[in-house]
């Protein structure tokens, strides 16, 4: 099963699973894996929803033995990668970790996801469980936006985190900048007219981003060698691409999994890709919330925890455990 609402939209949908159709699609980061709910897209009425029972008896148990990182060790492991950054000259590299969450017995996921909705509506938000993965996120950053009857594709550059009171220091705005130049470049691949807009505040509930708009036109079968193209993009991985996935790989200390992979959802009118950050795998013991961040040569580990445990509360506030 799969429940999910699109940004700005509150009606709540799903998949009706009568036809081989794919309707909603999640990529893994590393592109190893998907899982697909296939059939149409259907509107599912709020009460229906709200007399369901959707805990976590249903979910498989978590049988991973690795256990995630202190705070010593992820300051540890981070002092090295921004060695690798300095010595390299990069611009980015993303790292990331998961807060384990296992003192409950009982988590109800539909409230949980109730409030996730409530708590981020610029937002894909989305709730599923195929029998194997259960995953639960709710991210506003755009892969890609297809319209099918125009051809027009947007984009956008989002990077650089700090808290919505904050004031924007080089670290975040030199963070930013080679993601912008990173899609204009890929873009410019298929198009020759790239509109792009200023770079501007982007709200995500106690958080912001630095985000930059792209638009443009480009033949439909063009679609899915863009979308390869531009994922990973720099702010879930870094530049250059390659070497910043061996890096992730080399320091990382457990699978990305779908983890800053992507979702595509399509529509007889568009097709929509979002990148699947502020989300948590779901199992009956335990919760996997995964939360990571753009790494530079003047990163500071203190920060960068405290930036990370910041983004964990996406998911961890909106869990309702007994």
């Known amino acids: 099963m799969i429940y999910f609402k699109l940004p700005f939209d509150e009606r709540l949908q799903s998949v009706d699973e009568k036809n081989d159709n794919t309707a909603?699609?999640?990529?893994?980061?590393?592109?190893?894996?998907?899982?697909?709910?296939?059939?149409?897209?259907?509107?599912?009425?709020?009460?229906?929803?709200?007399?369901?029972?959707?805990?976590?008896?249903?979910?498989i148990s978590n049988t991973t033995s690795t256990e995630a990182e202190t705070k010593e060790e992820y300051g540890h492991t981070l002092q090295q990668v921004i060695a690798v950054i300095k010595e390299n000259n990069l611009p980015k590299l993303v790292y990331s970790r998961r807060k384990i969450v296992t003192d409950f017995t009982v988590i109800d996921y539909k409230e949980s996801f109730n409030n996730l909705c409530q708590s981020y509506p610029n937002a894909f938000r989305y709730l599923f469980?195929?029998?194997?993965?259960?995953?639960?996120?709710?991210?506003?950053?755009?892969?890609g936006k297809f319209n099918k009857?125009?051809?027009?594709?947007?984009?956008?550059?989002?990077?650089?985190?700090?808290?919505?009171?904050?004031?924007?220091?080089?670290?975040?705005?030199?963070?930013?900048?080679?993601?912008?130049a990173y899609i204009q470049n890929i873009l410019k691949n298929y198009s020759?007219?790239?509109?792009?807009?200023?770079?501007?505040?982007?709200?995500?509930?106690?958080?912001?981003?630095?985000?930059?708009d792209f638009k443009t036109n480009i033949n439909p079968e063009d679609l899915d060698q863009l979308?390869?193209?531009?994922?990973?993009?720099?702010?879930?991985?870094?530049?250059?691409?390659?070497?910043?996935?061996?890096?992730?790989?080399?320091?990382?200390?457990?699978?990305?999994?779908?983890?800053?992979?992507?979702?595509?959802?399509?529509?007889?009118?568009?097709?929509?890709?979002f990148v699947n950050l502020r989300c948590a795998r779901l199992y009956k013991n335990a919760v996997h919330?995964?939360?990571g961040g753009g790494i530079t040569?003047?990163?500071?580990?203190?920060?960068?925890?405290?930036?990370?445990?910041?983004?964990?509360?996406?998911?961890?506030?909106?869990?309702?455990?007994?």
């Open 24 to 59: 909603v699609n999640f990529h893994s980061y590393n592109g190893d894996s998907q899982i697909s709910f296939n059939g149409d897209i259907i509107e599912i009425d709020p009460f229906e929803f709200n007399t369901t029972s959707i805990t976590n008896e249903s979910l």
């Open 129 to 143: 469980n195929d029998g194997e993965n259960a995953w639960m996120g709710a991210f506003s950053e755009v892969l």
């Open 149 to 180: 009857e125009t051809h027009e594709f947007e984009t956008m550059a989002l990077a650089g985190t700090l808290p919505v009171s904050e004031a924007w220091s080089e670290k975040e705005i030199e963070e930013q900048k080679p993601v912008t």
């Open 192 to 212: 020759e007219h790239v509109q792009q807009s200023e770079t501007y505040d982007h709200i995500s509930g106690n958080i912001k981003h630095l985000r930059t």
């Open 227 to 273: 979308i390869r193209d531009l994922h990973p993009t720099p702010a879930v991985c870094g530049i250059p691409k390659d070497f910043c996935n061996a890096n992730i790989r080399k320091y990382e200390k457990y699978s990305r999994e779908f983890y800053a992979g992507y979702s595509k959802i399509e529509t007889q009118e568009s097709i929509q890709y």
């Open 289 to 291: 919330i995964f939360v």
């Open 297 to 322: 040569a003047q990163s500071n580990p203190e920060k960068e925890w405290i930036e990370t445990e910041l983004k964990s509360e996406a998911i961890l506030k909106n869990l309702v455990i007994s």
